[in-house]
């Protein structure tokens, strides 16, 4: 499914990723661990083609088509989405009219006809109900004046809504409760599937209790430095990143 | 000096111009060597727009001919329509209305200039008179040729417990200035003061308001907004004056403007005068670029580029057309501005 092969990737000149190898197969969930400052965002931005995110060397292909040479767009109608670690406000522009939207561009990218009112409304008060999402919620600007949990309940909502193949949560779990949590955690494995995957990306071990990785990888100073099944995220909540940062 | 002064006597010299401190950004006087010849008497056409059969009247003035007064008497309810049109062959002209709103009567009242093409310089002068108690909401669609010169200056006089709000709806001409002068008696009369215009290619637009607060308990609430594209140059005067003794007004004023191309402008000059020592008042003035944080959200959600802009865009000036009361004007006034952004 996503393979990344050494990747480089600098922003205003200062290299962050220097090297990173990762391959998460079709059907499973692997989480992306590491100190502040490792390049845990970066690459979530370097997948999703953020501006400013430059490549500098190695390759990203999902399904062995080169994700690098496509713009943002193109990479979400080809099914990456990125749940962000701080959801943007857009002012004026209602929850349910941004999704249809951007469900409508993705659609047309890969020549599908777009989806009709009701089957949209249908699907979106479906997937709210599974969510606790309030319907009324749907049809206020999106993510303003949310609070933190909310407005990540709203990623999961756009996730669950526009189906990608391969998702990408970074730090998904900060500014949730427990209960919210747990309605997210949720959400997310309800969409594991044998044709999808995931990339977790967490400073902390809590989300993981949630969302069960099949492989947890450290990311330290722009490469993954160690790899391995879940029982690593435990290590890592006991002894800290400080044995890694000096490997690194 | 006025620019009806100087259209009536075919006198350039009397155009206001850049020396004139309220009308430096939209200097006449140095684009306009000569008054145009007098408009011939002008051939109207059918009105373009979802609002023709939405309201109790309509009527039409053609090169500055057939205006007429309109009067709601008290306790009436009318929403009228009212055209100012610029023929092809057109030259210069001047209209001069009155409207009064009875007490307790309701007006909705939406104005629309046109245009077959440009090389007119036109003149509207309206005077308003709300008695205590009445209700009006304008609505100012204007809608220029690129080439035309066209003039509106409003008079608005207010009574207590009056309402009045208010939008103008612009896309801009060669020179355009749409003025709205109000007198505020304080006395819970409320006062919306709203705008936007949406630039392209060397349009100009220029929104001038000067609010005057001369007595207790006055509200006024002010939101205009802009997107300038292209070499276009988008004006924004406002002032807000709080008389001595206008205690307890509440005056708020906001300017917030979108620049989407290095070679658009705009000049901005949002002024409190506060004379008064009870009173609350604030403004805010913002011209920036989209935000790049939402549009690479947008974009990540599967929007093109162009289509993530466009959305952005559509939903800064949404604000002030969501004021809007009327709904069917409302409406109208989101189409309008839709298809100005080309979505």
């Known amino acids: ?248 | 000096m006025s620019v009806a002064a100087a259209i009536k006597a075919g006198d350039a010299s009397l155009l206001p111009g850049k020396r004139d401190e309220d009308w430096r950004w939209t200097d006449l006087r140095g684009l306009i060597r000569q008054i145009p010849a007098p408009s011939p008497e002008g051939r109207p056409w059918s009105w373009d727009s979802p609002l023709a059969n939405a309201l109790d009247s309509v009527s039409t003035v053609a090169n500055g001919r057939g205006a007429t007064d309109l009067e709601v008497l008290a306790g009436e309810t009318k929403t009228v329509g009212w055209r100012f049109l610029s023929s092809a062959e057109a030259g210069s002209h001047n209209a001069e209305l009155w409207v009064s709103v009875g007490e307790g009567a309701t007006l909705t009242l939406v104005e629309s200039y046109e245009a077959a093409e440009g090389g007119y310089l036109a003149n509207t002068s309206i005077n308003v008179r709300l008695a205590k108690g009445a209700r009006m909401e304008r609505v100012v669609f204007a809608q220029d040729d690129a080439e035309g010169v066209n003039i509106v200056d409003a008079s608005i006089e207010l009574a207590a417990d009056a309402v009045y709000g208010q939008t103008v709806l612009t896309n801009g001409a060669r020179r355009q200035r749409i003025e709205t002068r109000v007198t505020h008696p304080g006395a819970h009369a409320q006062l919306r003061l709203d705008g936007a215009y949406l630039l392209g290619g060397q349009r100009n637009a220029d929104l001038t308001t000067v609010v005057e607060h001369q007595g207790l308990d006055g509200a006024t609430s002010q939101l205009t907004k802009g997107v300038v594209r292209d070499q276009s140059r988008g004006v924004f005067q406002g002032r807000i004056v709080v008389a001595e003794g206008a205690d307890r007004t509440d005056a708020r004023m906001g300017h917030h403007a979108l620049i989407l191309s290095d070679k658009a402008e705009i000049d901005a000059k949002p002024e409190l005068l506060i004379f008064a020592d009870d009173v609350q008042c604030a403004h805010g003035n913002t011209v920036g670029a989209l935000d790049e944080d939402a549009l690479f959200y947008a974009e990540q959600r599967g929007m093109p580029a162009d289509l993530a802009r466009a959305l952005l865009t559509q939903a800064f000036v949404g604000e002030v057309i969501e004021r809007i009361e009327h709904e069917a004007v409302r409406e109208a006034a989101q189409a309008w501005a839709a298809s100005r952004l080309e979505l």
């Open chain 1, 1 to 248: 499914m996503l393979s990344i092969s050494n990747l480089h990737a600098e922003v205003d000149g200062n290299e962050i990723l220097k090297g990173l190898n990762l391959e998460v197969p079709a059907g499973e969930v692997h989480a992306i661990m590491g100190p502040n400052g490792a390049g845990k965002s970066t690459l979530s931005y370097v997948l999703t083609g953020r501006e400013g995110y430059e490549v500098t060397q190695g390759t990203a292909t999902l399904d062995g088509e080169d994700l690098l040479a496509l713009d943002p767009a193109e990479r979400a109608a080809k099914g990456l989405f990125l749940s962000f670690q701080y959801p943007l406000e857009i002012p004026g522009v209602p929850a349910l009219t941004f999704i249809r939207t951007a469900m409508n561009a993705q659609r047309k990218a890969r020549g599908e006809p777009e989806v009709t009112a009701p089957e949209f409304l249908k699907l979106a008060k479906a997937t709210a109900a599974s969510l606790r999402i309030d319907f009324d919620m749907l049809k206020r600007a999106l993510n303003v004046g949310f609070s933190g949990g909310e407005k990540k309940r709203m990623e999961i909502f756009q996730m669950a809504m526009l189906s990608p193949r391969f998702l990408i949560l970074d730090e998904t779990d900060s500014g949730l409760d427990i209960d919210a949590l747990k309605i997210v955690a949720d959400g997310v494995n309800a969409m594991r599937a044998p044709n999808r995957a995931m990339l977790v990306i967490t400073h902390y071990q809590r989300l993981l209790d949630y969302i069960k990785p099949d492989r947890v990888h450290v990311l330290s100073a722009g490469r993954i430095v160690a790899s391995g099944g879940p029982e690593l995220a435990l290590e890592l909540e006991r002894e800290g990143y400080d044995k890694y940062a000096r490997a690194a």
